[in-house]
């Protein structure tokens, strides 16, 4: 066993914290009060400097720099003074000095938090670094912020620097191990704090497969494949898809069904965390309360083993069935959605809802939660039976194809990488019929991306494939939001508006609060005619989520053009990372009408350009030809909707 080794920041007796907020605080446990933010900077820039020293011009040129050189040092004097009265007060008077020309924090007499060297986390045990990850998940200096352009510049470097060391350092610390429950637990904490460290990313999925959770290891990958997309445009490293692709490979952990007769052996379920919507305590406490009573109850029933599913990831550990519920109050009900997922994948296999009456001195009555408990344990049953009678191999290959697709069809989607992308989900789909996540990509592409590359093709034979792909994968999955959602909108490009209209408002019901699933549902109801509704779910899914993916802002143009503000919608154009055909339409329209006459014009030969690059139509290239094309996609309900758009084509210089 490794020697214990206490952490730097509790070896002295005033100790500084500069993760979260700046404080410190004295051998008692006493905070001295710092109120001034620029003073608890000078603290931090001194602690963080690599000897506690810093020249006063350095000090004055990062805190006060906009100031004259008299004014700053008076500035930094006066800081200085509140510094040493804050350090007396809680028994560190010897621990900051300065001279004419310097300022030095004698940091072998403080204990800081945010100094942690790599020798000193390679000799600490594991339970040790359990407390260090958790004050690591707080932002370094977070009451820092604003200061200053200098200071934050250092500020932004010092925070990326040292989480980076922390980070590869612990990375290594836990590669040594051998893989255990809570090498498991430390590696999910440290991917939270640096969520772009891909190495930690693939220790995370190494230490699931120890654990026997392949899946868990194949949906952090897709996580993980969804992250850097979002965030910076590009799949993850070859390395990360080898080890997910190597996972793959590995033996699965057999199940049979007729295990469950043997004593110690049966299914093994696990309850996920509560769904808890926004703003709803009352209904929040209530599932609470509803989850306890309904994991009394299957327990009583003896036909599976209930697991806990950790409380920051729903794959269930070890279950080979995971159990999610989500509560909401409907009026005087309380409306309850249950579902059975895939461990890992997350896919689910069966749903079912229940407006359970509230009762104030009984909340919840025992009979409902018995029928409930029993529709659980049928669905679950009959589900295991299925998942025993397909091929695991078959589920693998599926699932691995469905990865490979996913990641041509997310990055750079050009012509070719999208028919590779659509050749690949369908050979998932084929292999296993039952992967709708598969079968929702391959609609979506079906419907949606291959039109921005296929200019001038005859979309019907793809949107009839998507029609009875996205029919198929409802029947498997009637309570599913994004089942419903693709329903939705296949209906919306037949042109079927009550049909689109009744799908998109039950997937809004049956989850009213997931940023994708809101604005798929704004784009549509933008569609639909109703621009102000479908800039609230706009406007919704934004606040929820204002990390903004492309598509997104995309969306935004759209619906800002629709409600007549023009300048709204080229403010979101501005946001984009790459443009489309459907993309360069709307700022057409948008510059346009808003009088940008330039912009309007610029839009309007690139949009040209690409069209005539992209066509494939049976007839030449022309633009009438490209605006019947782009028409063809564009499902307006209303009239008065289409002549708006083409009314501000026609103004940039475009035959509508």
């Not at 610390?173 to 190495?199: A, F, G, K, M, N």
């Amino acid at each position: 066993m490794m020697p214990s080794v206490e952490p730097p920041y509790r070896r002295a007796g005033v100790q500084l914290a500069l993760l979260g907020a700046v404080r410190l605080r004295g051998p008692n446990g006493a905070c001295a009060d710092i109120p001034v933010r620029k003073t608890r900077a000078v603290l931090a820039l001194l602690a963080l400097s690599p000897d506690g020293s810093l020249p006063r011009s350095r000090l004055g040129d990062l805190l006060w720099g906009e100031r004259e050189e008299s004014q700053a040092r008076g500035s930094l004097r006066q800081a200085l003074f509140e510094l040493r009265r804050a350090t007396a007060a809680v028994g560190g008077a010897d621990v900051l000095a300065s001279d004419r020309d310097r300022v030095t924090l004698r940091v072998d007499r403080l204990a800081i938090d945010l100094v942690h060297e790599p020798a000193d986390v390679a000799r600490m045990e594991l339970d040790a670094l359990a407390p260090v990850l958790a004050a690591w998940q707080r932002q370094p200096m977070e009451d820092l912020d604003g200061i200053g352009g200098a200071f934050d510049d250092w500020l932004r470097d010092e925070r990326s620097g040292r989480r980076e060391r922390f980070v590869r350092s612990l990375v290594q610390r836990l590669s040594l191990e051998q893989p255990s429950e809570t090498v498991l637990r430390l590696t999910r904490s440290l991917v939270q704090i640096d969520p772009t460290h891909e190495p930690a990313h693939r220790l995370l999925m190494r230490a699931y497969s120890a654990q026997q959770d392949r899946g868990g290891a194949l949906a952090h990958y897709e996580r993980v494949e969804q992250l850097f997309q979002r965030e910076f445009g590009v799949a993850p490293h070859a390395e990360t898809l080898d080890t997910a692709l190597a996972l793959q490979e590995a033996p699965a952990r057999p199940f049979a069904v007729e295990e469950a007769a043997k004593p110690g052996s049966r299914p093994r379920l696990a309850i996920a965390r509560i769904d808890q919507a926004e703003g709803d305590a009352p209904g929040g406490a209530l599932g609470a309360m509803l989850r306890d009573d309904l994991a009394f109850m299957l327990e009583r029933a003896q036909e599976f083993d209930l697991v806990d599913a950790p409380a920051d990831d729903a794959s269930g550990g070890l279950a080979d069935l995971v159990l999610h519920l989500n509560s909401r109050p409907i009026g005087a009900m309380l409306r309850v959605h249950l579902a059975l997922t895939t461990p890992g994948s997350g896919r689910r296999l069966w749903s079912d809802r229940f407006d359970v009456p509230v009762d104030g001195d009984a909340p919840i009555g025992d009979g409902v939660t018995a029928r409930m408990a029993a529709a659980v344990l049928s669905g679950a049953l009959a589900q295991l039976v299925s998942l025993s009678t397909r091929s695991r191999q078959a589920r693998s290959d599926s699932f691995e194809k469905f990865l490979r697709g996913r990641r041509l069809a997310d990055v750079m989607p050009t012509r070719d990488r999208l028919r590779a992308a659509m050749d690949l989900f369908e050979q998932a789909v084929t292999a296993d019929p039952h992967n709708v996540i598969a079968t929702i990509y391959l609609v979506r592409l079906l419907n949606t991306q291959l039109l921005e590359t296929e200019v001038g093709a005859d979309p019907e034979p793809w949107r009839q494939r998507a029609r009875n792909l996205a029919t198929h994968a409802y029947e498997l999955d009637p309570n599913s939001a994004v089942c419903n959602i693709v329903m939705g909108w296949c209906h919306l490009r037949a042109r079927r508006f009550g049909e689109a209209r009744w799908h998109i408002e039950h997937a809004l019901e049956l989850n009213p609060y997931h940023p994708e699933r809101l604005t798929d549902a704004a784009t549509a109801f933008m569609y639909l005619g109703e621009h102000d509704r479908a800039h609230a779910c706009w406007s919704k899914a934004q606040a929820m989520d204002s990390d903004t993916v492309d598509q997104r802002w995309a969306d935004a143009i759209e619906i800002h053009v629709m409600r007549h503000d023009y300048r709204a919608a080229l403010q979101a154009a501005d946001r984009l990372r790459t443009l489309t055909l459907r993309r360069l339409a709307c700022i057409c329209v948008a510059a346009s009408q808003a009088g940008q006459v330039e912009r309007a014009e610029a839009a309007h030969q690139e949009l040209v350009r690409m069209g005539r690059e992209l066509w494939v139509g049976s007839e030449p290239f022309s633009e009438a030809g490209l605006i019947d094309w782009l028409f063809a996609h564009f499902p307006f309900a209303n009239p008065e909707d289409e002549a708006l758009f083409r009314r501000g084509l026609r103004d940039s210089g475009l035959p509508s």
